[in-house]
């Protein structure tokens, strides 16, 4: 059966931590017109403000979901069993 260990799903890795890049990017930023993402047909009305701590461990969990990524796609999951 095809599909790899985890048939693939590891993928939804990508999403998740473009997703949160796309949250620290954006925090802070007062949204006005020439921000609102019209691209897609769609209008990004999100405003963050988380403080500075949050952020901080946002970004550590980027580069924890981008290590986990890499050991799912990898066969390396037998080191760490």
């Not at 473009?18 to 019209?38: A, H, P, Q, W």
Request: charged content about 25%; glycine content about 4%.
């Amino acid at each position: 059966m095809s599909g790899g260990h985890f048939d693939y799903k590891q993928y939804f890795f990508t999403d998740i931590y473009e997703e949160v890049e796309n949250i620290i990017s954006k925090n802070g930023i007062n949204k006005n017109l020439d921000l609102i993402n019209t691209d897609n047909n769609s209008i990004d009305w999100y405003v963050y403000d988380f403080p500075n701590e949050v952020i901080e461990k946002f970004k550590e969990g980027v580069e924890l979901i981008k290590k986990a990524q890499i050991l799912c796609t990898s066969n390396r999951l037998a080191f760490i069993w």
